[in-house]
């Protein structure tokens, strides 16, 4: 089974700073990774996959990197809508289907 | 548009069964695997189970293997988790959630249901 690790499990920002969240996994899964985001009480919503891809409707803001075992999300200006929790997960080798623990985005 | 919607959750005993269901519309249901993802209370996701278009392929997580069965009716537009033997830890709220690319189960999932809660407890 792949473990996917986040960091750091909460990151404070200021609205209108940058935020940077890393989602390591314990081996290689190309690009096979995708990125959700979750507010209170909601289901999650699909904002990243193959490693960079927006989903539709995704705000130019959101953007992801990465390959292998190494991954990035990073919010270029937060907005005050953007304060969430972020998973990652990988597809690459399943089953499972295996997510991070997540990362709280918090208002600074 | 896509819309998936579970019902079937409450309150449940330790050692009894329940059923999920997940209506879906707005897509060719018998055209997409679908699975079972949870969230335990102030926890993160867990992908539970997955079936295939056809019903053909099942996979489930260790933590329910033998004890849950996902199934789905393609003449219904429904998908479905049978929970048995159900312990304290599986209390969450289950989501069921859409693969994206025809017949095939491993990608991403694109689009959630609101979810249903599920309590397990005497």
């Known amino acids: 089974e792949i473990v996917m690790t986040q960091s750091p499990a909460t990151l404070s920002v200021s609205p209108g700073e940058r935020a940077t969240l890393s989602c390591r996994a314990s081996?290689?899964?190309?690009?096979?990774l995708a990125w959700y985001q979750q507010k209170p009480g909601q289901a999650p919503r699909l904002l990243i996959y193959a490693a960079s891809t927006r989903a539709t409707g995704v705000p130019a803001r959101f953007s992801g990197s990465g390959s292998g075992t190494e991954f990035t999300l990073t919010i270029s200006s937060l907005q005050s809508e953007d304060f969430a929790v972020y998973y990652c997960q990988q597809y690459n080798n399943w089953p499972p289907w295996t997510f991070g623990q997540g990362t709280k985005v918090e208002i600074k | 548009q896509v819309q998936l919607v579970e019902s079937g959750g409450g309150v449940v005993q330790p050692g009894r069964s329940l059923r999920l269901s997940c209506a879906a519309a707005g897509f060719s249901f018998s055209s997409y695997g679908m699975h079972w993802v949870r969230q335990a209370p102030g926890k993160g996701l867990e992908w539970v189970a997955v079936?295939?278009?056809?019903?053909?392929?099942?996979y489930y997580a260790d933590s329910v293997k033998g004890r849950f069965t996902i199934s789905r009716d393609n003449s219904k537009n429904t998908l479905y988790l049978q929970m048995n033997s159900l312990r304290a830890e599986d209390t969450a709220v289950y989501y069921c959630?859409?693969?994206?690319?025809?017949?095939?189960?491993?990608?991403?999932?694109?689009?959630w249901g609101q979810g249903t809660l599920v309590t397990v407890s005497s």
């Open positions: 959630a859409k693969t994206t690319v025809l017949r095939f189960l491993g990608d991403y999932f694109a689009y």
């Open positions: 079936i295939s278009h056809d019903g053909s392929n099942e």
């Open positions: 081996q290689s899964i190309t690009t096979n």
